[in-house]
Structure formats: C-alpha cells, structure tokens
C-alpha cells in the first residue's frame, strides 16, 4: 500500500476528465470558494444515489 500522505480521511485518485468539464469545474471552485476534491465528492455522491435508487 502506498504512503497516505498524511491524509486520514481521505484516498488520493488519478484520473483523466474531458478538459471542458475540468475547465468548468475549475471555474466552479473558483466562483465559490469550494475546493474541487469538494466538489468531486458531492458529484460522486450524487452519481452513486442516482444509479443506486434508480427513477423508473
């Protein structure tokens, strides 16, 4: 298992996203204030309800 980094609470990832949902995300951080691993979990989080609870 690799160093943690000292991050307790939280698991590094690397992935590649299209440069248009990164720019836009990135300006989405900015305009806010809120950090992009922030709103990378609240994306996820809601992808995970979504598709676990689907709308039929």
């Known amino acids: 298992m690799k160093p943690s980094r000292g991050l307790k609470t939280r698991t590094p990832l690397s992935n590649a ?25 609240e994306a996820i989080e809601d992808l995970l309800t979504k598709r676990q609870n689907p709308v039929n």
Do not use: G, W
């Not at 836009?24 to 691993?37: G, N």
């Open 17 to 41: 996203i299209k440069t248009e949902l990164y720019m836009a995300l990135k300006e989405l951080s900015e305009q806010t204030k809120v950090p992009i691993s922030k709103l990378l979990d």
